[in-house]
């Protein structure tokens, strides 16, 4: 008998805002998918190519980056530069053939314990639809440590 596919999801957040969101999460006692490994950035201006690439050679089959909303960065426009990176992320992606539904850009503020058990609950189950995701560990980056 085989086990059901269950997705591992790389989260990178921001510490002022989806960090504390999702620490509120847990001390509302609100209910998730285990399947998320949060990794805390000082902001998600911090985001580039290559995190999203080692998360998926390391094994993820998603990732989700999610900081401030909109005039709530701390360092002022980090989110802005994140959102324009992922304009050119998804390009990117496209063109390496990586499926773009695999990872999720987000907004979720420190009062907003209820969105991240959302969040983390909508890409899980997108995720386990496309089911694993191995083709850009056989693609490119041997090496990659
Ligand atoms: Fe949260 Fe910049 S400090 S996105």
Not at 40 to 69: E, N, Q, Y
Not at 118 to 125: A, C, K, Q, R, S
């Amino acid at each position: 008998m085989t086990e059901a596919f269950e997705p591992k999801i790389t989260a990178f957040v921001c510490n002022w805002c989806t960090y504390a969101g999702a620490d509120l999460t847990g001390t509302s006692r609100i209910k998730y998918q285990s399947n998320v490994r949060v990794l805390r950035l000082p902001c998600t201006g911090r985001i580039d190519f290559m995190l999203l690439a080692k998360a998926f050679a390391r094994g993820s089959d998603g990732v989700i980056v999610s900081g401030c909303h909109p005039n709530d960065c701390h360092y002022t426009s980090g989110n802005y530069h994140a959102r324009r990176r992922w304009m050119i992320y998804r390009n990117l992606m496209d063109f390496m053939g990586i499926d773009t539904r695999r990872v999720t850009f987000s907004w979720v503020s420190a009062a907003e314990g209820a969105r991240w058990a959302e969040l983390v609950n909508e890409v899980t189950t997108t995720v386990r639809a496309l089911g694993p995701y191995t083709e850009y560990k056989e693609l490119a980056l041997t090496g990659v440590e």
